[in-house]
């Protein structure tokens, strides 16, 4: 897949304030041509939707969504980068979830900023954050 140079990577909790009606995702990120979703941000959503009590609601959000966005796979570049991180971020002494290192190793990889909630995200260098 061709990554699109004014595209964006979202961080599921970025889509999960959307799914609760805390914004207007697809509309205030509207300058961006393309929206990507990596796949580890996608099984949280999955993750989180077959724990809450309206499971078959979120499963349908989910798949809604999916066709405005594209999903990012990782490839064999993908870890070395998820190395180098999780190891300057230990070096640091400013640890950040698993899944937030691949979700940013993925935004490393293709130079993609990151639009996210989380501020932990600040620790990674070389990140392109949209902070919402």
């Not at 799914?19 to 961006?32: A, E, N």
């Not at 349908?60 to 999916?66: G, K, V």
């Not at 899944?99 to 070389?126: M, Y």
């Amino acid at each position: 897949m061709a990554i699109s140079s004014s595209g964006l990577l979202l961080d599921s909790c970025v889509v999960i304030r959307h799914f609760r009606g805390g914004s207007d995702l697809l509309g205030s990120l509207s300058k961006f041509q393309v929206l990507y979703l990596p796949y580890v941000a996608l099984a949280e959503l999955y993750a989180g939707a077959y724990r809450s009590f309206r499971a078959e609601k979120n499963l349908q959000q989910i798949a809604l969504f999916l066709d405005a966005v594209d999903v990012l796979m990782p490839d064999e570049n993908t870890p070395l980068i998820y190395g180098r991180v999780a190891s300057e971020l230990a070096q640091k002494g400013t640890p950040i979830p698993q899944n937030d290192i691949w979700i940013a190793s993925i935004a490393l990889q293709t130079g993609l900023p990151l639009a996210t909630h989380d501020r932990h995200f600040e620790s990674v260098s070389g990140l392109n954050l949209v902070v919402l």
